[in-house]
Each structure stands twice: as C-alpha cells, then as structure tokens.
C-alpha cells in the first residue's frame, strides 16, 4: 500500500569548516542543514574532505545509525531490514554484540557481510547517502524521529490517522477504529 522508507541518521551532521564541531551541537547541526540542503551542495556536506560525522548522543549513536543504514542497503529495503532493526534497536537497546545476535536471528544478511559493509566504503557510503536524504527534508526537520508522507511534513499530530486517510480502497487492520481527519 505504500513504500516505508527509514534514514538512520537522526540529527547528525558532518562537521566542516564552515560548521565547526567535536561534539553535537543545535546551532551547528542547523549551519549544516542550512549549507548542505542545496541541489549543488559544498564537497565537504556528506564527509567529502574529511569531514566528520556528529551524532547527537555521541560516538555510539554515530555506529548504531551506520550499523542499521548497512542493514538497509544489504536487506534491499527498509521493509526488509526492519525485523534486524526492531531486534536491534528495540530488543536490545543498540548494544555492542546485539547486531550479531540480531542478524543471526533476523538479518536477511549475514552478520560478516554486515560487518564488512560497517568496516568499509560501503559504511562510508551509507553514511553519506543517509545525509543527503536528511538534509534534503523539506524546511529541515526539527525532531527526530520526522516522518515524511509522500515527501512532506504530517499536517496533524495523528501519523496513523493520515496513512490511513491516503489508502485508497479496503483499510488494513490497523486502520479500524481510527477517526477519519
């Protein structure tokens, strides 16, 4: 019924010269959004030239956010990926260990190619890829997690109420008591 697309990226940014940054900070995320969500950003938005990613909870929000966008791309879809990123996240909090143990028990990957693509240019890639998609919100995002349907904002607080309100047809299960908008 419709394509569910999820951007582990959260309210990180690349620091830059232009966006100076060693640890998070609001004014220096909004620098970068403000520099980087051009159709013809600077080289250095994405990581180009050194620069470096900054997650809002640190260093351990930075690995979980390219551990889950790895397990986008190798499952093929955020649909795919999603049990791995439920038992993940959800079941086990982010910690260190658990991406094995989730793989093995949900993971259309294995863990090893898991890790391969964590360790390598391809991690790097995820990372870049998943801010291109962040700083491309319209207006920015001023929360996290910020859904998008069909590329915009919700006009209400009531998420499930809107996905419904755009099925066209027969509603799902989950749609069922749901007051129309």
């Known amino acids: 019924m419709f394509d569910f697309v999820f951007v582990p990226f959260g ?4 620091a830059s010269a232009a966006c100076p940054a060693t640890s998070y900070d609001h004014s220096v995320r909004m ?22 990613m900054v997650c809002q909870h640190g260093d351990a929000e930075c690995a979980a956010n390219r551990v889950e966008g790895c397990a986008v791309k ?19 909090g982010c910690k260190a260990g658990a991406a094995q143990t989730c793989a093995a028990q949900n993971g259309p990957f294995s863990f090893g190619d898991l890790e391969a693509c964590y360790s390598g240019p391809d991690g790097l890639a995820v990372d870049a890829a998943n ?51």
């Open 31 to 52: 620098c970068w959004n403000a520099r980087c969500n051009g159709t013809a950003p600077p080289s250095d938005c994405f990581g180009g030239a050194g620069g470096t």
């Open 11 to 14: 309210n990180a940014f690349f």
């Open 131 to 181: 801010a291109k998609l962040t700083a491309a919100i319209p207006g920015g995002h001023a929360v996290t997690p910020w859904p998008l349907l069909d590329g915009a904002a919700p006009a209400s607080k009531d998420l499930l109420a809107e996905v419904c309100a755009k099925i066209a047809g027969p509603k799902p299960a989950g749609c069922a008591g749901v007051a129309p908008l």
């Open 74 to 92: 190798l499952a093929g879809s955020s649909a795919a990926a999603f049990p791995f990123i439920r038992c993940f996240e959800v079941e086990h």
